[in-house]
């Protein structure tokens, strides 16, 4: 579904990823973690299509396509999806005319008629129970106003919302305490399925107690150092970044 | 044009050419009035850019000598034109003005109720009307030229008062239209809006145009809210892409009473809103709220002068506006809190949202405090969209344009928000998506 290869980015001529090489299936989820600085997020958002990352070498390609030549919308209308680790605020931007805007761009990629607004009313309601997301916040302009936690659960709706084939989700545990934790976990969780694909990108292993990955990747100075099953996450839990770090200096 | 004179003798002949056209010989004060506006005419300078007051606007455009007083429209608009416009919550009360000249067929005043709103050229001409008579208690003979000029002109317009303790049922709408006539020409409209002590209203003030013609329209507005009265005042200035417009209101508010004005700006090549507050008592709040527009070929100006010169009074003044293109638009506010006004709370804030490279603000707010004990605070800001939020929006599958524009009416709604004759935000609205729709960035993306 995913194929990165020798993937190289640099952020105002400094090299932050210095070739990646990772394969993802449908159905599979894949946690990268690291320390600060490895270039997690970059890579996140290379992948997302953000402003200001020059790509200088390697390719990405989604579900065949050249990932990278495409604009952020046309990647979002593809079936790829961010969950942002800093939600913007949208003051004045109405959340359900967000919404229904940005699900019927991608039914529209999708060859899917339009939803009305009527049935569109009825399935936010539907999936903000299953973040137990307040649907009053929806009267709010985009996440203005909203707690971190209620920032991150409003990320993990617009995923159920829009069913896309591949998830990022950037540091969706960062600001949450465990019982924000477990309600976003539950969300991810659920949205589960052999089509779908998940990357899960995170400092700390807590995340994946709660989401389960099949494979764990360890970035560090812009290189995948490590890869392996669920076990290398909890043995970073016990042992920290250190170790994996001195191994690939030496 | 290649051989043009210079500004100052097409000026002189601008006001010649409206001068000739005199206006219904009035009551015996009227002329008076008018005879003292066209001395003040004579004294007065041409508004040139080295005065303070007109140092960001040029009246160069106003000084076309296509610009002749008021004609008869080639095609009158017909009733079905005008009732195609009206807003649901006007019930269809509504005083025409047809170039800036009363249209008594096409208004309709029989529901108004306990108000009472009428032609103001009808009212002078029946001589009885002492509401009349406080015509140019406010404005007096003209601030600048082109008060003046209204003044000695003035002949028609809207007159409204809302008797004590009446609470106006619907909105009243005054609705400025602007058809093609002729060559191009000044219309001199003048409304008096007297509120009287515990009286309430909503007044909604449209400015239409039917096609693009070419007109000036100079209008001055009395407003005075007496005692514990309160007004509503929407305005949507939607004139033609040709137009010219201003717009003087001069406003007074007695004790306890409130005026909530809200002007949008959309329209015309060149407008310029002035809006002149004054307390006579304390206790008086007044807010204002604006949004304005400008594109390629636009200038928008707006001139608030706030006195603060008695004690305990409140003004709040908020100011948005969107620049694209080449546009321009300039907002000039002045607060005074004199030494007496002491208890005044005064806040002015004006926020800028630039769309090109191309486009020009000159914002200058001032706040000038004589008083110890007020609460007072002015904020001005100046930027672009933010390119985090763009990104929102794209990766969640909007287009570029799309998410532009989303954002800009996200900019617009805190202002759009406190209109509340729903069908005037709806209009604004539309208008406003439309002109971001038509925005150069928008077209060229189009293209490709």
Redesign the interface.
């Known amino acids: 579904m995913l194929s990165i290869k020798g993937l190289k980015v640099a952020v105002d001529g400094k090299e932050i990823l210095k070739g990646i090489d990772l394969e993802v299936q449908p159905g599979e989820t894949h946690a990268i973690m690291g320390p600060n600085g490895s270039g997690k997020s970059t890579l996140a958002h290379v992948l997302?299509?953000?402003?200001g990352y020059e790509v200088t070498a390697g390719t990405v390609t989604f579900e065949g396509m050249d990932l990278l030549g495409l604009?952020?919308?046309e990647?979002?209308?593809q079936g790829l999806?961010?969950a942002?680790q800093y939600?913007?605020e949208?003051?004045?931007?109405?959340s359900m005319?967000?919404l229904r805007?940005?699900l019927n761009?991608?039914r529209k990629?999708r060859g899917e008629p339009e939803m009305d607004a009527a049935a569109f009313l009825r399935l936010v309601r539907e999936k903000a129970q299953l973040v137990d997301l307040d649907p009053s916040l929806l009267k709010r302009?985009v996440n203005s106003g909203f707690s971190g936690g209620e920032k991150k659960r409003s990320e993990i709706l617009?995923m159920a919302l829009?069913e896309p084939r591949l998830a990022i989700l950037d540091e969706t545990d960062s600001g949450l305490d465990i019982d924000a934790l477990r309600v976003v976990a539950t969300g991810v969780n659920g949205l589960r399925s052999p089509h779908r694909a998940m990357v899960v990108v995170t400092h700390y292993q807590r995340l994946l107690d709660y989401i389960e990955p099949d494979r764990v990747h360890v970035l560090g100075g812009g290189l995948i150092l490590r890869s392996g099953g669920k076990a290398l996450a909890l043995e970073l839990e016990d042992r920290g970044y250190g170790w994996i770090l001195e191994e690939a200096a030496a | 044009m290649s051989t043009q004179s210079p500004s100052s003798e097409r000026y002189r002949e601008l006001l010649a050419r409206q001068l000739a056209g005199r206006p219904d010989r009035g009551p015996e004060w009227l002329e008076a009035y008018r005879v003292a506006a066209v001395q003040r005419l004579d004294q007065l300078e041409m508004p040139e850019r080295r005065q303070e007051a007109w140092r960001y606007t040029s009246i160069e455009p106003l000084l076309q000598p296509e610009l002749e007083p008021v004609s008869e429209p080639e095609v009158p608009p017909t009733l079905a034109e005008i009732e195609a416009l009206l807003l649901p919550e006007t019930e269809g009360i509504r005083l025409v003005l047809v170039n800036g000249r009363y249209a008594p067929g096409l208004s309709n005043l029989s529901r108004a109720g306990s108000a009472e709103v009428q032609s103001l050229g009808e009212a002078l001409r029946a001589r009885g009307g002492e509401a009349a008579r406080l015509l140019g208690s406010l404005a007096g003979p003209g601030d600048h030229a082109f008060g003046a000029l209204n003044a000695a002109l003035a002949q028609d317009g809207a007159l409204v008062r809302i008797p004590r303790d009446v609470s106006a049922e619907h909105p009243i709408e005054v609705l400025h239209l602007a058809v093609p006539s002729k060559g191009g020409q000044v219309a001199q409209p003048r409304h008096l809006v007297i509120v009287e002590p515990g009286a309430r209203a909503v007044l909604v003030e449209r400015f239409l145009a039917l096609g693009s013609p070419l007109y000036f329209n100079n209008l001055v507005c009395e407003v005075l809210v007496g005692q514990s009265a309160q007004l509503i005042h929407q305005r949507l200035q939607a004139e033609s892409p040709n137009a010219l417009h201003l717009s003087q209101l001069h406003i007074r508010l007695e004790e306890g009473s409130q005026y909530r004005g809200l002007t949008v700006a959309l329209g015309a090549a060149w407008s310029r809103t002035e809006l002149k507050v004054r307390f006579g008592a304390p206790g008086g709040e007044c807010l204002l709220d604006g949004l304005y527009m400008a594109g390629d070929r636009q200038l928008v100006d707006v001139h608030l002068d706030v006195d603060h010169a008695v004690p305990g009074c409140a003004s709040r003044t908020r100011f948005r506006g969107i620049l694209d293109g080449q546009g321009r638009a300039v907002l000039d506010g002045r607060v005074l809190v004199r030494k007496h006004a002491q208890k005044t709370n005064a806040h002015l804030s004006n926020a800028n949202l630039m769309l090109s490279r191309g486009a020009e603000i000159d914002t200058k707010p001032q706040l000038e405090i004589f008083a110890d004990d007020v609460q007072c605070g002015h904020g001005t800001t100046v930027g672009q969209l933010d390119p985090d939020a763009l990104f929102y929006l794209r990766a969640r599958g909007l287009g570029e344009t799309e998410a532009r524009r989303m954002l800009s009416l996200g900019f617009a709604a805190e202002v759009l928000d406190c209109v509340s004759v729903a069908g005037l935000r709806d209009q604004a609205v539309a208008l406003l998506e439309q002109r971001l729709d038509c925005s150069p960035r928008a077209r060229a993306e189009e293209v490709e």
């Open positions: 997302a299509g953000r402003d604009p952020p919308e990647r979002a209308r999806f961010l942002m939600p913007v949208l003051p004045g931007v109405n005319s967000f805007a940005s761009a991608v990629a302009s617009q829009l």
